[in-house]
């Protein structure tokens, strides 16, 4: 089993959608989790940290479920721009300084 | 600042060659990583280190070298090139105040 697991998508939604991604991990003493963003080509950049109460950032919500083991990410009002690869993201078993990443999840968004 | 930078963008190589991918960062973070991307499939960690002359290995390490001399760099050695090796990769660092890696643009590497 890997240690990060995704829906590689692709997902393909209307402009102004609401779509979600969820995320599947092994390591139930992970500590850190994140959601990056990676355009084609491009190297990843943060998209947000996950917390434990779960947490918002304008369009964009995270949760995490620890007793699932699982992160999920929701996009609402869905824009062209968002058009991307979702990287899941937990810190490794053995080292918070290893970061695991799942292959990601393909959103494409259409006009 | 220009952040995490890394030369070459793109480089091709023959079996058995060996070269070195440099990556640098202005931000003066402790922490420095290098990835490998593969098509369909998630970075995976090669070698990583929490500061300089200290050094670690990742998930995939082999055929790899890297070293730490400095706060700001942080070279990846190919020791000897195999077609395996062809990927795309990605140095990061962060610092302690949080979590967040800054990635560098990549670099494609083609091995014949």
């Known amino acids: 089993r890997k240690e990060v697991e995704q829906d590689p998508g692709p997902f393909n939604v209307p402009e102004g959608a609401t779509v979600a991604f969820n995320c599947t991990y092994s390591?139930?003493?992970?500590?850190?989790f994140f959601w990056y963003r990676q355009d084609c080509r491009k190297e990843p950049k943060l998209l947000m940290s996950v917390y434990s109460s779960g947490n918002e950032d304008g369009r964009f919500t995270a949760q995490l479920n620890r007793a699932s083991q699982y992160i999920s990410l929701l996009i609402r009002d869905s824009k062209l721009s968002d058009s991307a690869t979702y990287l899941c993201v937990v810190n490794a078993m053995d080292s918070s300084y290893k970061l695991i990443f799942g292959s990601g999840t393909r959103l494409l968004v259409r006009p | 600042n220009a952040g995490v930078t890394q030369t070459p963008k793109f480089q091709v190589l023959k079996t058995g060659q060996s070269m070195t991918l440099q990556c640098a960062q202005d931000?003066?973070?402790?922490?420095m990583s290098w990835y490998r991307q593969d098509p369909g499939m998630g970075l995976r960690l090669i070698h990583y280190?929490?500061?300089?002359?200290?050094?670690d290995q990742g998930e995939v390490p082999n055929g790899y070298n890297v070293s730490r001399s400095t706060t700001e760099d942080f070279p990846l050695r190919l020791l000897s090139a195999a077609p395996s090796q062809t990927s795309v990769y990605f140095c990061a660092s962060w610092g302690t105040s949080d979590n967040e890696q800054f990635f560098g643009p990549g670099t494609r590497l083609t091995v014949l």
């Open positions: 280190s929490v500061g300089a002359g200290i050094t």
């Open positions: 931000m003066n973070h402790e922490y």
């Open positions: 390591n139930s003493a992970s500590q850190s």
